[in-house]
């Protein structure tokens, strides 16, 4: 099992986002996530990566338990991650934006760079690239450091249906292969293209598991995100 | 009453009297940063260009204390329009630092324009009520007196403005969220700018109450009165109403409390370094940070 | 050389060092209010180390940068909880209360017949060392320079360094540098250590030029300023803090234009500037493309020799 989640509870003040939730990785899954916004994916995230602290619960990775371990060693351990709204240096160039700082700067990169066609706009600012091109640079950031997990919050989020295709196109090509993901996303096409298994969270809990037609099908998913009718 | 008790206790009547005036200082303070999210460092010099405006008045056209006062809020609020339009409003919400920076630089230029409108260092005001009133073995000096009695009602205003009326609810929006505020129709630039001149004149009246209350100013006034402010509000919590009262009476009677028992240097020793440790170990204030801000609370693990 | 313009010029010399000091600082995220602080803490160590330990200059130099570290690394260490805002007023309350302290002691011994040390809010005289030693005005300057350039170097250095890009990745945005394997904490607090040192090492250039500090000198006023050089100057070099002096003490406070109005010009520029470039003159995107244009012109050079009708290919 690479990543185990056992009871893991988060609160905010008197709010809970994510209630009792377990979970369970192998190696090279790729896991969906869904659910309305609000309902705790974005903090689980957070949890995983060591950002937010879990009032309750543990998560282990490769038998480690990370719960309380501090970020930068989560990373380090192998976890990375994208934002739902494009993260990254804005005043740095894309070469510095996805070498780690523990690396020496030029070389290894151009690989990562060419997988995804920001090699030419190595020198460029961050901050000048068109939002597809920050998301594909958030991509290669996250892979810089060869995680065997990524959580990817969101990826086509602001893109277009045809920007969504090539983006869907570009995880399966660059992203899944030799490693597990959790990929949260509200496209069902995007989730049905990448992810053989679905978790459908609800207010934080786990509502529902299984393949993505039976949760788009179910009556959780309906309710969760339409809302009940009379 | 033992000796050490009626110290004490006169030691905390003079603290609250002096303390409602940082009271007032933090409040104007606290309206600002709860609305702006930043720093105004020219928040003190404000109060002292209307201060300066008053003693100009008073000492070359003979004006008796309360157009005086009248002039003093007049004059704050128009260097609190002057400051949000030069250092708050152009700046996007996420150029803080240009903003304070922005601040400072017009601090300094307002302590040079108040320098040269009265080259004096010491410069008279004028005071309003002298003489004290003794209960017991207390006194109480007239003018503290008259002080929190005003700043109480001040604070009992400003609190009635805030929830009571339209202008209010739309401050209290814009502190809560301001985009949202804006997506709901809340005219936010226009809320600024009132909450801007509105602290400003609370600040003025603060300024006015202290200047008479000394019968003097001078131009370390700004500074003086930034500081104040400053360490009242945050031992009450950034962005507090109630808290810049809290804050506010604590370090009056912190102070008075120390300048007795180990005179005037050791008082601002004391002042500082209950700030610090107010930060160092309760970064939200006495009050604490009310809700919780997830960014915030991220930020912190890191 | 005039000895009105070498006096300005160790100025300018002299407060870059704590200008440089809030721009480490800037650079790692934080906005700091307080340098002065070391910058007051170095004066008095160099001064002690020469008027009253008979050290000659250097040592005393280098005691006033490392003790300055060391008060910085305690400073870092007490508000690694706090950020932005409430770290700023942090600072403010540590330099207060440093200034404060120096004002409060008093600590002097028998030199040949004359008390030396420092004196509570008389401040420290008699910090004769280059009176003493024969070093002429314009010797100085040429030190406080040489050390200036060394240092400016160091930081050419450092920032294409992994340690650089780590400090900006940690100040830009915190948490995802965490995310991206920054130990932000440990590069917070060598940040702080290096700001400590080079506010100190500036003290101690400052207190032998002036022979004499008083606590007053160290106020929320030489904070701010300095913390405002680095935003006017910009934050893409460690030249834009020095930029930023130059632009205050060099052309204003120099020049017989602006007398009396001196504050008011420099205040209204800096608010003006600040709208036009939040983040100073020499900012990234400038400095980004300045390097962008000098490469290029490198590389035309060196692709027009390459192109040479008479190389082999």
Redesign the interface.
């Known amino acids: 099992m690479l990543l185990q989640l056992e009871g893991v509870t988060i609160r905010f003040g008197g709010l809970e986002a994510v209630r009792d939730l377990d979970l369970v990785l192998a190696p090279g899954q790729v896991l969906g996530l869904m659910g309305p916004n609000g309902c705790g994916k974005t903090t689980l995230f957070n949890a995983i ?3 937010v602290r879990c009032d309750a619960g543990r998560v282990v990775f490769r038998g480690q338990d990370v719960t309380r371990l ?3 060693a989560i ?2 351990a192998g976890i ?2 994208t934002f739902q709204t494009v ?7 894309v070469a ?1 934006n996805v ?7 030029a070389g290894q990169f151009e690989q990562l760079l060419h997988a995804v066609a920001l090699a030419h706009k190595r ?1 460029v ?1 961050a ?1 000048e690239l068109s939002l597809e091109e920050q998301r594909r640079l958030e991509i290669a ?1 996250a892979l ?2 060869s995680p065997s997990l990524i959580l990817m919050d969101e990826p086509t989020a602001g893109l277009n249906p045809r920007e969504t295709e090539a983006m869907a196109a570009l995880i399966r090509r660059v992203v899944i292969p030799t490693r597990a993901v959790i990929l949260s996303e509200h496209k069902g096409p995007v989730i049905a293209d990448l992810c053989p298994l679905v978790i459908l969270l609800d207010q934080g809990r786990k509502a529902l598991q299984g393949p993505p037609q039976e949760i788009f099908a179910s009556s959780a998913f309906r309710s969760g995100y339409l809302g009940v009718g009379n | 009453m033992t000796k050490l008790a009626i110290d004490l206790v006169q030691n905390t009547l003079d603290g609250v009297m002096v303390g409602s005036s940082y009271a007032l200082l933090a409040l104007g303070f606290t309206l600002i940063f709860g609305t702006m999210r ?2 105004n ?1 020219a928040y003190g010099p404000t109060i002292m260009a209307g201060a300066y405006l008053g003693t100009y008045a008073f000492l070359h056209l003979g004006f008796g204390a309360f157009p005086v006062a009248v002039l003093v809020l007049i004059g704050a609020a128009l260097a609190g329009l002057y400051v949000e339009r ?2 708050f409003r ?3 919400q996420t ?4 903003s ?3 601040s ?6 307002i ?3 108040a320098s ?1 409108a009265l080259p004096r260092h010491l410069n008279a005001f004028p005071a309003l009520v002298s003489g004290s009133l003794q209960l017991g073995p207390f006194f109480v000096r007239l003018d503290h007196l008259l002080m929190l009695a005003v700043a109480a009602s001040a604070t009992l205003l400003v609190h009635w403005a805030l929830y009571r009326t339209r202008f209010g609810l739309g401050i209290r929006t814009v502190i809560d969220h301001r985009h949202a505020a804006a997506l709901v129709g809340v005219p936010v630039t226009r809320i600024l700018l009132l909450a801007f001149v509105l602290a400003s004149t609370v600040g003025g009246l603060a300024g006015f109450l202290i200047a008479a209350s000394e019968a003097q100013i001078t131009p370390m006034f700004g ?1 003086w009165a930034t ?1 104040k402010g ?2 009242a509000m ?1 031992l009450g919590g ?1 962005g507090s109403v109630p808290g810049a009262l809290v804050g506010g009476l604590a370090l009056g009677i912190i102070e008075a409390q120390a300048q007795w028992l180990l005179g005037p ?2 008082r ?2 004391v002042a ?2 209950l ?2 440790a107010v ?2 170990l309760w ?1 939200g204030g006495l009050m604490g940070a009310a809700g919780v801000d997830e960014a915030a609370a ?3 693990r ?1 | 050389m005039d000895d009105y313009l070498v006096g300005v010029l160790s100025n300018i010399g002299i407060i870059s060092f704590v200008a440089l000091s809030a721009y480490v600082l ?1 650079l790692a995220g934080e ?1 700091s209010f307080g340098q002065q602080a070391f910058f007051a803490i170095g004066a008095y160590a160099a001064g002690i180390g020469t008027a009253m330990m008979r050290w000659s200059l250097a040592p005393a130099l280098l005691l006033g940068a490392m003790v300055g570290a060391l008060a910085a690394t305690a400073l870092g260490r ?2 690694l ?6 770290f ?3 600072t403010l ?2 330099a ?2 440093v200034r ?2 120096f ?2 002691c008093t600590w002097q011994i028998d030199i040949g017949g004359t008390l030396v040390g420092p004196k509570g809010t008389d401040g420290f005289g008699d910090i004769r060392y280059l009176f003493e030693n024969e070093i002429t005005p314009a010797q100085y300057l040429c030190a406080i320079y040489l050390l200036l350039a060394l240092v400016l170097a160091a930081f050419m250095v450092v920032d ?1 360094s ?2 650089g ?2 400090l ?2 940690a100040g ?5 540098a ?8 440990r590069v917070r607090l060598v940040a702080a250590a290096a700001a400590g040192a080079l506010g100190g090492l500036g003290g101690g250039l400052y207190a032998h030029l002036l022979t004499y500090v008083e606590p007053r000198n160290f106020d ?1 006023m030489l904070g ?1 300023h300095s ?2 050089y680095g ?2 100057g910009g934050l ?1 070099t460690a030249i834009g803090p020095v930029v930023g002096v130059l632009i205050d003490i060099g052309l204003l406070e120099s020049s017989r234009l602006f007398v ?5 010009v ?6 003006l500037l ?2 036009v470039r ?2 100073g003159l020499l ?3 400038a400095v ?1 493309w300045i390097t ?1 244009r000098v490469r290029d012109l490198i590389d035309a050079a060196t692709a027009r020799r390459r192109d040479h009708p008479l190389r082999r290919p």
Request: positive net charge; aromatic residues 8%; glycine residues 6%.
């Open positions: 990566t060591g950002l501090a970020p930068h990373a380090r990375a991650r993260r990254m240096f804005p005043q740095m160039t510095d070498a780690p700082v523990d690396a020496p700067r020198e600012l901050a950031r810089a450091r | 930043r720093l460092l030069l250092c152009p700046f996007a150029a803080a630092m240009a304070m920076v922005s400072f630089a017009v601090w300094m230029q302590e040079e324009a040269l500074m500081t400053l360490i945050m950034l240097h050791l601002d020793l500082w370094g700030l610090f930060l160092a970064p991220v930020q912190r890191v | 800037l906005m007490a508000t909880r706090l950020s932005g805002l409430y700023a007023i942090a309350a540590f207060e209360m404060i302290v004002e409060l294409r992994r340690f890009r780590a900006r990745q830009a945005d915190p948490v995802l965490e995310l991206q394997g920054v130990r932000v904490v929320i701010v913390l405002a935003l006017i893409g009396g109005y001196r504050m008011m420099f205040g209204g520029l800096v608010a600040l709208i939040p983040r900012d990234e995107r980004h962008t």
